[in-house]
C-alpha cells in the first residue's frame, strides 16, 4: 500500500516519522535530566545550566544548518541529527559517578545539535514536497507536523517520568538509544539522496537572511518561545514537585497531557485561523494571536496572586495558554516556510530556528535564574509569569511589522 503512494508522500511520511522517533526521545530525555538531577539535590538555576549547551549549540546549528543543508542535502542532515542523538544517549550510559555537571552539559549539547538539526530538515523538507501553488496544503502539511510532533514530545514527557521509575536513569536512557539507532538505520536507506539540495553552492555570508519579514517573524519568535520556556522549562515542574508535592509519574503525566493537547491543537490551526478554508493566515492574524496570548500568563499571576488554589489557577491556566500558544506556534510555522525562498529554503528556516533557539536559551536560562532569585515556590513562579507577559508584549509589537497580504484559498483541506 505504502509503493502504491505518490513519492513525495512516501517521503513526508519518513521524514514525519524521523520526526517523530527523535522527538519521543527529546522530550523523555529532558524530563529524564530534570527530574533526576532535582532528585540529586541539584537548585534549579544548577538544572537549567544543565541545558545551557543543549539551547546554545542550536543556536549555532541552525545558522549553520541551514547553510549545510543547502549545500550537502537535507536527507544528510537528517541524518546526522539521528546519529548524533544516538551519540548523546550513549555518553550518559557511564558510570554514575562520571555523570558531573559538565559531562551532561557536553552531551546536552550534542542533543541540541541533533534536535535542530532534524527540525530544520523537517520543516524545509515540506516546502519542497507541496508544490509551488498549493498554500493551503502547505498551511496543513506544516500544522500536522509540528503539532503531531509536539503532541509526541508530550507522549516523552510521561515516557520519561515513567522509564525513570521502572528503569532508572541508565536503563532508561539505554531502552532510548537502541530504538533510535533501529530508526537511523532505517532512515540510512529510505531517505530520498540531495533533498533540498540546492543548485548554485550558497556562501555562508548567506545564512543571514535579506528578508524583512523572515527577520521580523524570526524577532517575534524569539520573544515567543523565551516567554513560554520562562515559567515551563525548570519553574513549572520544580514547583509542582516542590510546592505541590506531585510526584514523577504526576508531574510527567501532567506535563505529558499538556504537550499532547498543545500539538492536537496545534493540527486545528489552518481550520481556526483558516476561517472555514476561506482565508489563509497573515501577519495580521499572528498579531491578533500573540495579544491574546499576553494577557495570559499575567492572568495566571494574579491568580496566585489572590491566594487562589495553586492547583486548580495553573491546571485551568495552563490549558488555556497552550491552545492558544498552540495557534501561535502553529502560524509561525506556517509563515517561515511560506515566505522562505524555495530555493535554499533550508537557509531562511535555519535562521528562523536560530531564532527560536536563542528564545529558548534566554527562556531555560532566566526560568532557573529568576525562579531562584524570585525566593522558589509561589513568589518565583509569579515572578516567572510576569517575565512571560513582558516578553509576549514584546512579541506583540514585533509581529505589526509582518506583511499584512490577506491571500485566500477556497481548499484549506
Known sequence: MVNNLPPAVRQYLVVTGNYWAFTLTDGALRMLVVLHFHTLGYSPL????????????????NLVGGWLGARIGLNRTMNIGLGLQVLALTMLLVPAAWLTVMWVMAAQALSGIAKDL????????????????????????????????????????????SLLMLL??????????????LVWLFSLVMLKKDLGKAKHKPKFSEVFSQSQAVNMLSAARLFLFGA????????????????????????GGF???????????????????????????????????????????AGIAIG??????????????LLVFGAVFAINSSL??????????????????????????????????????????????????QACLWMSAALLF??????????KEQHHSSQLT
Not at 46 to 61: C, Q
Not at 149 to 154: E, H, Q, S, Y
Request: glycine share 12%; aromatic share 14%.
Open 394 to 403: 514584546v512579541a506583540f509589537i514585533l509581529s505589526t511589522k509582518l506583511p
Open 118 to 161: 532534524n527540525k530544520m530538515s523537517a520543516k524545509s523538507t515540506i516546502k519542497l514536497l507541496v508544490p509551488a501553488d498549493a498554500e493551503s496544503r502547505l498551511y496543513y502539511w506544516v500544522a500536522l507536523l509540528t503539532g503531531s510532533k509536539n503532541a509526541l514530545k508530550g507522549v516523552g514527557f510521561f515516557l520519561g517520568g
Open 46 to 61: 544548577h538544572i537549567a545550566l544543565l541545558f545551557l549547551f543543549y539551547e546554545l549549540f542550536g543556536v549555532v546549528t
Open 255 to 297: 506535563l505529558a497531557l499538556w504537550v499532547i493537547g498543545y500539538g492536537f491543537v496545534q493540527t486545528l490551526a489552518p481550520k481556526v485561523t483558516g476561517h472555514g478554508g476561506r482565508k489563509l493566515p497573515d501577519g495580521s492574524t499572528a498579531t491578533f494571536w500573540v495579544l491574546l496570548l499576553t494577557v495570559l500568563p
Open 228 to 251: 513560554r520556556d520562562i515559567w515551563f522549562v525548570v519553574a513549572l515542574p520544580v514547583f509542582l514537585s516542590q510546592s505541590l508535592g506531585w510526584n514523577y509519574s504526576q508531574t
Open 168 to 181: 532508572g536513569f541508565t536503563g532508561a536512557i539505554a531502552a532510548m538509544a537502541m530504538a533510535l539507532t
Open 332 to 381: 509561525h510555522s506556517y509563515l517561515i516556510v511560506h515566505y522562505a525562498n524555495h530555493e535554499g529554503v533550508s537557509m531562511d528556516v535555519g535562521f528562523y530556528y536560530m531564532s527560536n533557539a536563542m528564545g529558548r536559551l534566554c527562556g531555560t536560562l532566566l526560568s532557573g535564574a529568576v525562579f531562584q532569585w524570585a525566593g522558589q515556590g509561589t513568589a518565583g513562579l
Open 304 to 317: 496566585l496572586m489572590l491566594q487562589l488554589d495553586p492547583a486548580w489557577v495553573l491546571i485551568s491556566g
